[in-house]
């Protein structure tokens, strides 16, 4: 076997690159210190409250001075997720607060065609809510309440479903389905009949190896999951990580496998073709829980790592060796699913390639690989019976995308398209906290269906490009000034949190769960809010729940204890809630409905000449553009960069930090330019951006203009089959050394101008 060392530095070659290796303390930022001490509590108020800088919602609190000014948030010790820790982007939650280039009051539109113009009046909140019931009851009677959609992702988005419900509309949708983490929840619900959902089972703390296939931990900076990987590798846990872009993690892994972008199928399968045919999977598990190995094993015969070389520039050698580490150490073996995994269209099945593996190697519901996690449910205050809708987003989506677990956000935004003769349309938007032109790819058909929509509502923090689109703007405070519904997540053991204000909002900023209340009363769907004040609803949810908003006030989170064993005992039977009651090597369900039974290599397109594969990802001090203008992010970084390899900066003559725009294979360039980092730790075939940068919206002053947004380049989308999801990995892209958008003058106007 190959010393670490000497493994990084064979495979830096291969990708062309050099890289430095730290020890892996050093690896750990700021926020791991377990040195750093909290402020002096005795001398200031502290607030509970769960982060909405990013989704793993870490619970901590809000403290204030003497004169009620928000002076930082700490993590709460309780907190499974955060450990009392938070990383720098819910450290920096306090910007969101001060940022002064926050919505301040409800807008409504006086000017323009949507998307033409954004030229707002202030309106009052009396008058907005009017608006909005006045268009919803029109909608309703033209078209049906089914014709309105929810698209959200902001935590008070669950106060706006309720209301949509009980409005008569189930078309709801949030972008972390399809343009998330959709494929890897299809794909383990067809393997064990269970989803994976947030924060993922894997059992970390106790693993001996951790297979990352494009899951770049520590730059994606979910707070637990980083702790936990942390302390593995002081432990010297062995970490395998595929990836075309030598990431942090690839810095800190035993392996390090350079893949071509898009054929990490062709590896899986390899994988897989070497743990059964070298006899290394957990025969006992494998007989008492799993379904269709014999099938399995002739499916992948040819499947060899000499067949998968040719497919993803990595040797045999390396998927040989690779194969026999995750062996010798499972069950305490994980293969990570990844969260984002919308990327080449055949996710699904990807993640039911890497679902098969865990299950070779015996680790679902074993110490280190995959433990049953357990979560509390939150009841809720008796409320008269929804109206049943005539058609939901089902009759829209499971038509062809059959195993879709949610609302499809995309195809909800293609149901509201002139050219949808269909009966099932929708012409009315709500939008809570998505920014969907960032969010959800082929910018076109979203700016389309917006221009088509006969009413649009936005609810947002920030002028986001959304907000533009809108035809009544509604201003929310930030967390940090709001109550929210409690937060109950799975974990290893059951827990709930608090959200409550730590000061008021500032401006004519209002919660959501006010305005969804609000607009029940003004749409004679008051019953469906019983109270007065969203106290009393979280108290009485609490106290069904053995607790009170009191004791949370003063505790923040609450763990409760668990009704199951955390793992499967040696030879328990267990029953997976599959058409056989076993893991499905081979997918019954998949196959009824018309799919592969068993995942299969798909050949992907690569670049042409002169093009490069488009890859994006996150960096640790930000959260997608959420966070873009925020003044305390914005002081850690200000701008993206695009990471081109040393070999073709050469080829174009790029100096470090030249600014260039770019163009992909559609001819879209991008609104602005973006610098030059020449990195040996990306491949020559791919390029490298983080997401949420490239603003084109002026009133956000810090974040306008800087750096360039992968998503207005995001054109060609891959629709997964399976689930509906946005793969958006296969765009390329060119350069421009001088504004592209100059350049195209026509002769008339050339001389109308001249
Ligand atoms: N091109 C491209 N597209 C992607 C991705 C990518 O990497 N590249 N990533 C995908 C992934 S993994 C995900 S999960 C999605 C995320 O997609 P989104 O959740 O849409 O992403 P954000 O940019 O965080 O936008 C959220 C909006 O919420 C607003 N907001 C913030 N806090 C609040 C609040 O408290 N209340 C309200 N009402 N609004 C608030 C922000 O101002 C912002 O306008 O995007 C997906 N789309
Ligand atoms: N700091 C920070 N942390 C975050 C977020 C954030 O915005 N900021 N967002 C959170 C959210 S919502 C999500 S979903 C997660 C997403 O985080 P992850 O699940 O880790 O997913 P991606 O963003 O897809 O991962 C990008 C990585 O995939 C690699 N990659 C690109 N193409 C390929 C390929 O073809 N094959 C392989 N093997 N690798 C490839 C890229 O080089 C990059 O390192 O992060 C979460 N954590
Ligand atoms: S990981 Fe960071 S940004 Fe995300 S919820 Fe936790 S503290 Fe907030
Ligand atoms: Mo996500």
Redesign the pocket.
Same mark, same amino acid.
């Given at each position: 076997m190959k010393t670490r060392r000497e493994f990084i530095k064979i495979s830096t070659v291969a990708a062309g690159g050099v890289a430095m290796i730290k020890p892996a303390l050093s690896w750990a930022p700021d926020f791991l210190r377990k040195d750093i001490k909290p402020m002096d509590e005795s001398k200031a108020q502290r607030f509970p409250t769960f982060c909405e800088v990013?989704?793993?919602k870490c619970a901590g609190f809000t403290y204030h001075d003497k004169n009620g000014d928000i002076q930082k948030i700490i993590g709460n010790e309780r907190d499974p997720h955060s450990n009392g820790r938070f990383?720098p +982007?819910g450290t920096g939650g306090v910007g969101m607060y001060y940022d002064n280039d926050r919505l301040k009051t409800p807008l409504k539109r006086v000017a323009g065609k949507n998307g033409e113009s954004d030229a707002y009046e202030e309106i009052s909140w009396d008058e907005a809510f009017d608006i909005i019931a006045i268009n919803m009851k029109k909608v309703a009677k033209e078209h049906g309440p089914e014709s309105i959609a929810l698209l959200y992702h902001a935590s008070s988005g669950a106060y706006f479903k309720h209301l949509l419900h009980a409005f008569g509309t189930d078309n709801i949708a949030k972008p972390?389905y399809a343009q998330?983490?959709g494929p890897r929840e299809a794909g383990f619900v067809a393997t064990y009949g269970a989803s994976i959902s947030s924060p993922e089972p894997t059992d970390i703390k106790n693993t001996q190896c951790l297979v990352? $296939?494009?899951?770049?931990?520590g730059?994606? @900076?979910?707070n637990g999951y980083v702790q936990e990987v942390a302390d593995a590798i002081e432990r010297g846990v062995s970490i395998i990580t595929?990836?075309?872009?030598f990431?942090t993690i690839a810095s800190k892994s035993q392996y390090w496998l350079p893949?071509?972008?898009?054929?990490?199928m062709a590896l899986l399968l390899s994988w897989i073709h070497v743990i059964i045919y070298e006899e290394l999977y957990d025969k006992k598990y494998v007989n008492q829980y799993t379904f269709g190995l014999d099938e399995l094993k002739a499916h992948v015969k040819n499947f060899t790592p000499e067949w998968a070389y040719t497919k993803t520039d990595i040797n045999p050698k390396d998927i040989r060796d690779t194969a026999y580490e995750m062996a010798k150490a499972a069950p305490a073996t994980i293969v990570h699913p990844? +969260?984002?995994?919308t990327?080449?269209g055949d996710d699904t099945q990807r993640t039911r390639a890497i679902a098969i593996l865990n299950a070779l190697l015996g680790s679902y519901g074993k110490k280190g690989g995959w433990y049953f996690p357990e979560k509390k449910s939150v009841p809720t205050i008796p409320h008269p019976e929804y109206p049943h809708p005539k058609w939901t987003w089902k009759d829209i989506t499971r038509k062809t995308y059959k195993s879709a677990g949610t609302g499809i956000s995309n195809d909800l935004i293609k149901a509201s398209l002139p050219e949808n003769k269909n009966e099932h349309k929708i012409k009315a938007w709500f939008v809570v906290g998505t920014n969907l032109l960032a969010t959800v790819p082929d910018q076109a058909i979203t700016k389309r269906a917006m221009d088509n929509l006969d009413f649009m509502v936005v609810i947002d923090t920030m002028p986001a490009e959304i907000t533009g689109y809108a035809d009544i703007v509604l201003p929310e405070c930030t967390y940090l000034e709001r109550y929210d519904d409690i937060r109950s997540s799975q974990h290893r053991f059951p827990n709930i949190a608090l959200r409550m204000p730590a000061a008021k909002p500032r401006f004519n900023t209002k919660s959501g769960w006010w305005m969804a209340k609000q607009l029940a009363e003004k749409l004679d769907l008051g019953a469906y809010f019983p109270y007065d004040t969203i106290e009393e609803e979280l108290d009485w949810k609490f106290k069904q729940m053995g607790t009170s908003l009191e004791e949370m006030q003063k505790i923040g989170v609450k763990q409760f204890t668990k009704d199951k064993e955390l793992y499967l005992s040696e030879g328990e039977e267990y029953y997976f809630n599959t058409d056989t009651g076993k893991i499905e090597l081979y997918s019954i369900d998949l196959e009824a409905k018309g799919y592969d039974p068993m995942p299969k290599y798909t050949e992907h397109k690569q670049p042409d000449a002169g093009f490069y +594969?488009l $890859?994006?990802?996150?960096?640790? @001090?930000?959260?997608?553009g959420r966070?873009v203008n925020n003044p305390n992010l914005t002081d850690l970084m200000s701008e993206n960069k695009i990471w081109i390899n040393p070999k073709v900066a050469k080829i174009w003559g790029f100096e470090p930090d030249q600014e260039i725009w770019l163009e992909n294979q559609d001819g879209v360039k991008s609104s602005f330019p973006i610098k030059v980092r020449i990195t040996e730790r $990306?491949r020559h075939d791919?390029i490298?951006m983080i997401?949420?940068f490239g603003t084109t919206k002026k009133q956000m002053t810090r974040a306008y203009g800087r750096g360039a947004s992968d998503s207005e380049l995001i054109t060609n989308v891959k629709y997964d089959p399976i689930m509906g999801g946005t793969g958006m +990995?296969e765009n390329f892209v060119t350069f421009h050394t001088e504004n592209p958008h100059n350049k195209v003058v026509e002769p008339e106007t050339k001389e109308a101008n001249s």
């Open positions: 990013c989704f793993w990383c +982007r972390s998330c983490l990352l $296939i494009g899951n770049h931990v730059e994606n @900076m979910h595929v990836d075309p872009r990431s893949i071509k972008p898009a054929t990490d990844g +969260r984002h995994t990327w080449y +594969r $890859i994006y990802g996150r960096a640790p @001090m930000h959260t997608f966070t $990306i791919s490298y997401h949420g +990995r």
